[in-house]
């Protein structure tokens, strides 16, 4: 894992204002990458770095004079309007191109640099965004056992997860052609659904549109066919994370899913947010991974003393609700629940180890998500459908509307930040996505 080092220093500021202030996402610790363009250019999409309310150009960066060595390098892949060839020269190169732009942004930078390099900064209000990377495979997890809880308990009461959650961290393979960044906006879907005690399934729309707060697990270096990444050897492989929202179809999910698993129900649309948290930034935030000892224990191949130590993220992350009304009526979006990242039964090692224990190629630009990110309390559900218990008990939003599940016109919000005392607080930005009728 990371050491912790002077990128960290929560006393750093830069002579970009807007990154000094209280609150901001992207403070000069922070430094995600996105892949942007001025809205509405035919610029080419290349990866910028945030830093406060701006982004740092990194094709420009690349063409200037600031940079060199290993930074000039990564620097340079990360100016193509994919990441994956950036991705792809692996943690040196990574920690080499922070580092530079650590200085480069810090407020110790001399004048004469800031200065040159404000013609390399876009203000995030003028940019739009794409999927950072060509994603080859997307697999997403379950491996939240307050999720899982509470979704077996919404069948029976006494219910509990299914025998091999304890010991796999289990997934199905998604769909990449629907993942979007965010701004996304899709169509209830249409599929079959099986009413309670109907003897045939009907077409129609989507009747129990859900959203899944996750993690998205960006895959850095891959391996080669054949040769599984040990547990040991997983954190190298994985470049950053970003929020994710899984929308998922229930009623059409509930009667396709036995016995494959999640099909039209998960493959109209998943949202993320544009920028990549780094794992060198997530650094600080790291806690012990616990299993109780009533618990299984994990197998040897997923069992460490480093992912013990280390092996959970306390990221914070809420969910929020706009509907078409807020938005007319400018109330704003409702907070509709919040948990952390460090209750997740498995951590994102383990998905990596995993994956390809049995011999599964990963490559630069894969994404994971995390699966639905639930807490153990009240209010910490990921999903509508456990918070209102398959809309028996719909939760009201701030202007007086109630939603059991989503309506036309919704649009779910995504946010996720760490704090901790002395060190800065860094943010995700935000995946919004927006639902639209269907089109039947
Ligand atoms: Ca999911």
């Known amino acids: 894992m990371i050491e912790l080092n002077h990128t960290h220093d929560a006393g750093a500021r830069s002579w970009v204002a807007s990154a000094n202030a209280a609150g901001s996402d992207f403070p000069i610790q922070n430094l995600p990458y996105a892949m942007f363009r001025r809205t509405g250019s035919p610029e080419p999409f290349r990866g910028g770095v945030a830093i406060g ?58 004048a004469a640099t800031a200065d040159d390099l404000r013609g390399c900064l876009v203000p995030q209000a003028e940019v739009e965004y794409t999927v950072p990377a060509r994603i080859g495979d997307y697999t997403d997890f379950y491996t939240s056992i307050d999720h899982a809880l509470n979704i077996s308990r919404l069948m ?26 965010s701004g996304q906006r899709f169509h209830r879907p249409m599929g079959q659904a099986m009413a309670p005690g109907a003897k045939a399934p009907t077409y129609q729309a989507c009747a129990r549109l859900d959203y899944e ?12 066919q054949g040769e599984a990444i040990p547990l040991a050897r997983a954190e190298e492989h994985i470049f950053g994370l970003c929020l994710l929202n899984d929308w998922s179809a229930r009623d059409i999910q509930f009667w396709e899913m036995a016995p494959l698993g999640p099909f039209l129900a998960k493959n109209f649309a998943t949202t993320i947010s544009p920028w990549i948290v780094t794992m060198e930034a997530l650094a600080p935030y790291r806690q012990a991974w616990t299993r109780p000892a009533n618990e299984p224990q994990p197998l040897p191949y997923l069992e460490s003393s480093a992912n ?22 400018k109330t704003g979006p409702s907070r509709l629940s919040g948990t952390s990242f460090r209750h997740q039964y498995w951590s994102i090692a383990q998905m990596v180890a995993h994956h390809t224990v049995g011999g599964c190629s990963l490559n630069p630009g894969d994404l994971f998500g995390s699966g639905t990110i639930s807490g153990p309390g009240e209010g910490e559900a990921g999903a509508i459908i456990e918070l209102t218990r398959a809309a028996q008990t719909p ?46």
Do not use: M
């Open 53 to 110: 309310d701006q982004v740092l150009d990194l094709a420009a960066l690349a063409a200037g004079s600031h940079v060199d060595g290993l930074a000039l390098d990564a620097a340079r892949a990360a100016a193509l309007p994919a990441l994956n060839d950036f991705f792809a020269l692996g943690p040196p190169a990574w920690q080499a191109l922070r580092h530079a732009v650590f200085a480069l942004l810090h407020s110790d930078a001399p």
């Open 156 to 181: 029976n009461p006494d219910g509990d997860v299914t025998p091999n959650f304890r010991w796999v961290p289990t997934a199905y393979h998604g769909r990449v052609s629907t993942i979007g960044v």
């Open 213 to 224: 707060l996750e993690l998205g697990v960006w895959i850095g270096q891959g391996n080669a």
């Open 308 to 329: 013990r130590e280390g092996g959970a993220l306390d990221i914070r992350l809420e969910v929020w609700l706009e509907s078409e009304k807020a938005r007319e009526q």
């Open 395 to 440: 939760v009201t939003l701030a202007n007086g509307e109630t939603r059991g599940f989503l309506e036309d016109g919704d649009a779910v919000l995504l946010r996720g930040w760490c704090e901790k005392p002395g060190h800065a607080r860094i943010g995700f930005g935000e995946s919004r996505g927006t639902v639209l009728p269907a089109r039947g």
